[in-house]
């Protein structure tokens, strides 16, 4: 088991910046690859960023390219998003998650992926 403990959501003005940290414990000892999705008010849970172990494979959904930034500290076992000219439409929850993988390995669909945080509130105002 992987536990995902996420943090540094809150308030943001648009155009602003939040850097999101997701700390995993438990059996961490494998390779595995992390992402970072997004739900909305009433709306489906979506992509936003994934990782592989080795760090040297990245996905983006296309709404957050430019914007965005995922990267990962395997010493501390914790991955980052690092998110800026923030706008309302990223409001949402942010969730981290993880799934073992091979080094090069990275997803960018839910089905993927076996453990999930428990979520950190982003809200952007306009």
């Known amino acids: 088991q992987v536990q995902l403990v996420e943090s540094g959501g809150g308030l943001v003005q648009a155009g602003g910046s939040l850097r999101l940290s997701c700390a995993a414990s438990?059996?961490?000892?494998?390779?595995?690859?992390l992402g970072w999705f997004r739900q909305a008010l009433g709306k489906e849970r979506e992509f936003v960023a994934a990782i592989s172990w080795s760090g040297g494979s990245l996905v983006y959904a296309d709404s957050v390219k430019g914007r965005f930034t995922i990267s990962r500290d395997n010493a501390k076992n914790t991955v980052y998003l690092q998110m800026n000219s923030l706008k309302p439409e990223d409001t949402a929850v942010y969730y981290c998650?993880?799934?073992?993988?091979?080094?090069?390995?990275?997803?960018?669909?839910?089905?993927?992926?076996?453990?999930w945080g428990q979520g950190t509130q982003v809200a952007v105002s306009s």
């Open positions: 998650a993880a799934t073992p993988a091979e080094i090069n390995q990275v997803y960018s669909e839910r089905h993927y992926y076996d453990y």
């Open positions: 438990g059996r961490t000892f494998r390779p595995y690859a």
